[in-house]
């Protein structure tokens, strides 16, 4: 799972595209997630994209 930071979120249609920034400082863009999951109770934020591909949302 990928860890992106700085993340924002933006609904395109019937989806989720996200733009962050990946460890390395690279820019990231993450099309058609159909979910965002946790971020409560040090639950982690997790992003789910229509590939089943799941991204960790820091703010850091």
């Not at 990928?2 to 863009?29: H, P, Q």
């Not at 590939?51 to 703010?59: F, H, K, S």
């Amino acid at each position: 799972m990928n860890k992106l930071n700085g993340w924002t979120a933006k609904r395109a249609g019937g989806r989720i595209t996200i733009n962050a920034v990946d460890a390395e400082g690279k820019a990231i863009k993450v099309l058609g997630v159909d979910k965002i999951t946790g971020g409560a109770n040090g639950v982690p934020t997790i992003a789910t994209d229509k590939n089943g591909d799941r991204y960790e949302l820091a703010q850091s």
